[in-house]
């Protein structure tokens, strides 16, 4: 079923009307009178909406069941990521966002080769969340993850932290697996860090240490900046039972 | 340590010499007299050797070990993906080989876009067989995947049957999840068939339930073509105990 997101206040009446973007995309669509849609909050809400009117470039709906969104995840995974080169970030946010991440955070480590200035930031940010905004649309996702960027290392750690398994992967560790990681006690919230192109220095995981996260192995392969947390994220899901 | 890739008839002596790209490769990486690098036959063997002497292109070894390369996974798990559009498939052998993959296997399916023909398939097979290598060098494999063509959706099946799990995914399919088809019974290889962009037909999925593959889901959301074999990977490499 066609799915569109809407802002959550628009979802207050019986009925609402999609305009601009989502109009244009209904047009594309060619939807008729009478027909199902679902429209999302972008939050995890959804309207089960059936097509009204259709005039001017502008699709009346009536609201036919409020529920929630069947298809996110029950375990909230954050994927922490050190700012990779160009454009994998963006790679990463779209599959991310597909296999169905809670957020996406990118962060600053040592051996970072791009680091975004705070002026182009927020274009970037706005850039990022759309890539997101797309991939949850069309992996019929009921909530778009929200892709934030933290200043510090120092901080990233400290918020990775809060979740019930806080874990970083290094390619120098062997002992501890994901597995052991997992299966050691029950969790409900996941953050996954992973290093940029160069890795993380020692140091640097020993600070994450002494932040209370966990380090892994993903594995005696080395993967690539912007494969391991895709790998990281598929294994969560799916120790999560989510498939 | 310096991972180098050498048709396995070069090892059969108790020295070896570097030529050709592997030699400029060494010359990049300004190897000395005395230093240990590692020798892959590409089908899981390797030798520790020490650079000998180094001259006018050439890099000259003696092998100190013979092993097994310790970084090849138990599971044997073999992707099967319908002919994408564009570079993904690239995408996709290259991140298969760093995830530890067997083989990679392209197969024409009802709605693929993208069908290379006869004369322009060998020219992209020695492509791809050399993205898998490159792959297998950087995440330190001692195996190339070896990346492999079937001409049609009926002999895909049939040697993806072969394996110990030979699994589908399919968006519509809903109850069985990839985890009960690998926990019902200990497994050594594994097939994992993907469609493409536009899906798998139903009457394709029917046949893949004829020829004896196991037809699962990867969850609630729907991925893109080039990301389920992916995670599905992931997924299997966790379960048999890679991470």
Redesign the interface.
Known sequence: MTRFFVDPSELAGAGLTLTGENAKHAKVLRLKAGEEVLVCDGAGGECLCRVVDYADGAVELEILERREA??E?AVRVSVYMAFPKADKLEHVIQ?AT???AYEIVAFPAARCVSRPDEKSLKKKLERWQKIAASAAE????GRIPEVRVVASYAAALEQAARCDKALMFYENEHAT???MALESSPFESVSLLTGPEGGLEEREVEQARNAGLQV?????????CE?AP???L??V???A???
């Open positions: 069947s298809t995840a599959k597909e296999l169905g069309q992996s019929g996702r697996t994901l597995r892994c192995t993903l594995g005696s392969r080395i993967l690539r494969t895709l790998c990281a598929s294994a899901m799916y120790a039972g989510e498939f």
